[in-house]
């Protein structure tokens, strides 16, 4: 199944790694999914107190 996400790799303490694990099985989502959806969330914030972030698909 074709998808448009962009595969992303990253450090993180391993005690956090753990917590987003445990949260995630909590709310019955993949660790993946998980971060997808707090980061959507951080954005959607961040956008409403700084104005819409516009970027350049093609660079």
Do not use: Q, V
């Not at 391993?14 to 099985?25: D, S, V």
């Not at 914030?45 to 698909?57: A, L, V």
């Amino acid at each position: 199944m074709p998808t448009n996400k962009a595969p992303f790799g990253f450090h993180l303490e391993y005690e956090y790694l753990e917590k987003m694990r445990f949260i995630a099985k909590e709310e019955t989502r993949s660790l993946s999914n998980l971060l997808e959806h707090l980061c959507k969330r951080h954005i959607i914030k961040y956008e409403k107190e700084h104005g819409e972030i516009i970027f350049d698909e093609d660079e």
